[in-house]
């Protein structure tokens, strides 16, 4: 059903549910509704008043989540700090490449978003191997392999096999998140927990960490709308 809140249409969905013991909201963020949850013995209309007092919950919950990225001709992304324009370039058989700020998306349309992601990923690549190489020098360290990531609950890992893993989505953030996160998974190679003397290490080689870890939070849904 379709609620009215200051002249905003928010939809709410009713799922009637044998085993919730009471009415309850969540947020379907891929459709950008809310859910309202029925258990059997509640009659639907007390549960609709429930969820028409927590309209402006709803409502603020909604409006937070972020638009997906629209892949189109001239649509800019920033990147590493950078700000690119993406050009259709039309060519069926090339590959993408950026060259000066505009990143050239060669096929249809549809496939824009995996051309973009494969361009951005192999351009952040040598970013981070570098970075790792300058923080591994500091500390008089040495790493065995980088592996690029994408999960979305962990920025990095650093294994007991010296194996760097980064989530090279970062890149689409503010780049002293990704900095830090290279730093931090680096300063592993000396501590492999997180104790005082290895938070000591981190600000030895990146003195800034507090602020890059407060910008690291909530910053998932950001750097995944791409
Ligand atoms: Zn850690």
Known sequence: MIFDFENHKIEVRIENSVRAKYVRLKIDRKNKCAVLVVPRRVKTEKAIEFAQSKIYWIYSQISKIPEDFKYCEGAEISFLGQKYTLHLCGDLYSLPKIEENILFIPGKIEFARVHV??????????????????????????????????????????????????????????????????????????????????????????????????????????????
């Open 117 to 226: 992601l494969e361009a951005l990923k192999r351009l952040v690549k040598p970013y981070i191997v570098q970075k790792i190489q300058d923080f591994c020098q500091e500390l008089g360290v040495t790493f065995s392999r980088v592996r690029l990531t994408e999960t979305k609950s962990r920025w990095g890992s650093c294994s007991s096999k010296k194996v760097i893993s980064i989530c090279w989505r970062l890149g689409f953030a503010d780049p002293a998140c990704l900095d830090y996160v290279i730093a931090h998974e680096v300063a592993h190679l000396k501590e492999l927990n997180h104790s005082v003397k290895f938070w000591k290490i981190v600000g030895q080689i990146y003195p800034n960490y507090l602020l890059s870890e407060k910008k690291l939070k909530g910053l998932s849904k950001e750097v995944f709308r791409f």
